[in-house]
């Protein structure tokens, strides 16, 4: 429920202001705005009152919101109103660059609004981080990436030599720039390990490929997983499983196996004492444990911001979220990277916010999501702002308007298409619930 919350109050934040600015650029030219909605209202509205010329209220379809402004061919279809003669107070009767600027007025709010937000963020919270030259046992690895010829341990140090500054990048950048090359420390010597070309493609379909190396400590014990009906405690450390001498969770993994049902003789260390456990697996394979973060063996840097500082680092984050995001969009186009198969709705995004409520996460989500709305409405797609963007420059180019048929199949088309990729997308979100 705290995921939903959040992501609610987030879309809502994020369709008021973006609409917001659709309603301030058509106010400042003396356009009639007569809707202002959050949420769709197909039917009914949930709330409504009018206030001047514009009703304000709210739907109940969650997909959006919008302004209906007069004189404009929108998704309202209102083809009664365009039959009219044209009035001063329409869309349709103002100057071709004012249109323009109406209808990238929500973009441009979107844009400013991530950026507002992760100055703010910078401001308050500052910047946690572990520098990867910290990670003294270097990093542990996913089945995917051991087959790729990494191995426990290894120190990510570039990709084409472009020197690792975050480990939590590592995964990032690997999937959206392709690198052909990673170039690690093991053992005290620099290899470079060539990378396969549908790394992307295999990386994709996976959470966490790359994770800090860390002893194997209980972190948390589930109420009825193998080891706490066993007599395992919290902060209790494997340091061997059936008698084979073990440093690190990845090693516990990979004597473990996820066997299911299978018996497992384990040592571990509680303070000073040496105990001995038999534990046997669930139906899944599980030992019902999670080890410890990777913070309490790795200290954090902690950078902390004065308002001045906090606005270029703002400015700064919210430009590489912009770019990594136009770099994931392009690979929905390359059917070798199977991005597409990933494409995610309303699940997949409210999944992304934490399950605890944390201010922190929250706003650092809500600008993201900023960005993404921003660049999604900009898509030169007819039904979109960006549809209408385009017509408009065609406009101004050409001294040509397009005529109100044209505009209105465009619309439809455009509807059409959206709903069926929201459709994809959702449908995505159900299939992967029932193949976890």
Known sequence: ????????????????????????????????????????????????????????????????????????????????????????????????????????????????????????????WGEEFVPPENMANGYMFDTTMLEMGFQNGDKILSLDGMEIERWGKIHHDIVVNAPDMVQVERNGQLIDLDLPEDITARLLKIEDPVLPRIPCEIGLLTEEGAMKKAGVKVEDVVIAVNGEAIEFYDEFKGLTRGERNAPFSLTMLRGSDTLQFDVTTSDVGLFGFRPQYYTKWYDPVVVKYSFFQSVPAGIKRGVEITKSYLKQLKMLFKPKTKAYEELGGFIKIGSIFPSTWNWEAFWNMTAFLSIILAIMNILPIPALDGGHVMFLLFEMITGRKPGDKFLEYAQIVGMVLLLSLLLYANLNDIIGLFNK
């Open 1 to 124: 429920m705290v995921k939903i919350a959040q992501f609610i109050l987030s879309l809502s934040i994020l369709i008021v202001l973006h609409e917001m600015g659709h309603f301030v650029f058509a106010r400042l030219f003396k356009t009639r705005v007569e809707k202002f909605y959050l949420f769709f209202d197909a039917g009914f509205s949930i709330f409504k009152k009018k206030i001047g010329d514009t009703v304000y209220g709210i739907g109940w379809l969650p997909l959006g919101g919008y302004v209906k402004i007069s004189g404009m061919i929108d998704e309202s279809m209102d083809r009664e109103q365009m039959k009219q003669p044209p009035q001063p107070h329409e869309f349709r009767s103002k100057k071709a660059w004012q249109r323009l600027l109406i209808m990238l007025g929500g973009v441009f709010v979107n844009f400013l609004l991530a950026l507002v937000i992760y100055i703010l963020v910078f401001f308050r």
